[in-house]
């Protein structure tokens, strides 16, 4: 008698690439970091006195270092989708390299420090520009958000269709809830998926 093997259907992983973006000392790195299930790779350095009237740290007094070229992790959701995670610089003598960054991603968050809102506005006029779809992300400093949605929408006049939320940038959980919103939305905007409706693994 010979035995019949049946083999599984091989199963498909979907890859995504996100940006992680947002103003010098928003928490960028901070996310990657949290979110990443991999040790992530980041290319922080020490920051000098070449910085300084360059680099506006009053806001900021405890950063000590930088990001200068990008921060990559990456984090699985359930097993059908792998997140591929890119921070991008925050200074503006290292937005030459966005060009690069954004090839071949789906979406972008926009992470808020609502000290220093004009300092975002870069990056949502990049992305708006490349029709590239994001949401606007309140990093809740202290764990204390002191501005709402609703407010933090107006003062960026962000169209309603872009979600803003919010999140404290050191924990995984959190970093992790905001990607799958991300996500939620792409596919929302491609019609892959009905607004609203989570994606497996989700908490939402």
């Not at 007094?61 to 990001?67: L, S």
Request: hydrophobic share 40%.
């Amino acid at each position: 008698m010979t035995a019949t093997v049946t083999t599984p259907r091989a199963h498909r992983v979907t890859e995504a690439k996100l940006l992680i973006a947002g103003g010098f000392g928003a928490g960028k790195t901070t996310m990657v970091g949290s979110a990443s299930e991999v040790t992530p790779f980041t290319t922080e350095e020490i920051m000098t006195s070449a910085g300084v009237g360059v680099d506006d740290t009053r806001n900021v007094p405890g950063k000590t270092t930088t990001t200068s070229c990008l921060d990559y992790g990456r984090v699985s959701i359930d097993r059908d989708l792998i997140l591929h995670l890119f921070g991008t610089p925050g200074q503006t003598r290292f937005w030459y390299m966005w060009d690069e960054l954004i090839r071949g991603c789906v979406g972008a968050v926009v992470l808020v420090d609502t000290r220093r809102l004009a300092d975002c506005f870069a990056a949502i006029d990049f992305f708006e520009h490349r029709r590239l779809p994001y949401l606007v992300a309140i990093n809740c400093f202290d764990g204390v958000q002191y501005h709402d949605a609703k407010d933090v929408r107006e003062a960026l006049a962000v169209t309603g269709d872009v979600p803003v939320v919010s999140l404290d940038a050191r924990s995984g959980a959190s970093s992790r809830h905001v990607l799958i919103s991300l996500v939620e939305h792409v596919l929302s905007l491609r019609g892959v998926v009905a607004a609203g409706t989570p994606l497996a693994g989700s908490t939402a």
